[in-house]
């Protein structure tokens, strides 16, 4: 590690960290080794920031988060095994002192309210200059928030002419929704139950509830309403 950097404690304390200038200690989650290594090699130079492990999945981002606890997490949304937003939504649960700033190729503005609903700090494309991406740590680590202005302008477009998406699954709660994405997202009950910690049995109370409240009664219907309101991420078939 660089001059002055320590492994820090747990709990919120990144933004003391970063204004005293101690070191940011950062995981990389992306599933393409060439795009961790630039990453890397953009971030290491700098001493206030330390590249302390990486992931090429969704489900193994979550665990390197419990085995090396980094203040950022560098997520790429577009992942096998377990996507970015899933795993970020995870985190949230689980490790709310870890701040996520996702990743991707793609502006996925029609996703907006799933990406601020996450739990995410931060929002970039690919296409951002080193300078950015290493801005976005920084403002993250003090506990600010950093999303692509780009992104942002994108969004507005959208849900401007889009109103009814502003706020998808309106009548369900929280949990509902995180159900519900599971369920478009082809989880089982028992897949969705250890997503979420709890029993399958509460998972399929939990779908009664949400096709009584949506008055849909597939899981065929659940998975079109999740996709239309943008709350599940469908693969992008474009290069990266």
Known sequence: MGPGCSRPGPGLQASRRAR???????LLADDHPVVRWGLSCCLTANADIHVIGEAADGREALRKVEELSPDVVLMDIDMPQLNGLSATEILRRKKPEVMVILLSMHPYAEHMARIVHSGARGFLLKDARPEEILAAIRKVGAGETCFSPDLA????????????SDFPGKALSYREREVLIGIAEGLSNKQLALRLGISARTIETHRGHIMQKLNIRSVAGLTRFAVARGLVILEQKSPR
């Open 153 to 164: 302008r994108e969004a507005l477009r959208h849900f401007a002419y889009n109103p009814a």
């Open 20 to 26: 005293r200038g101690r070191c940011l200690r950062v």
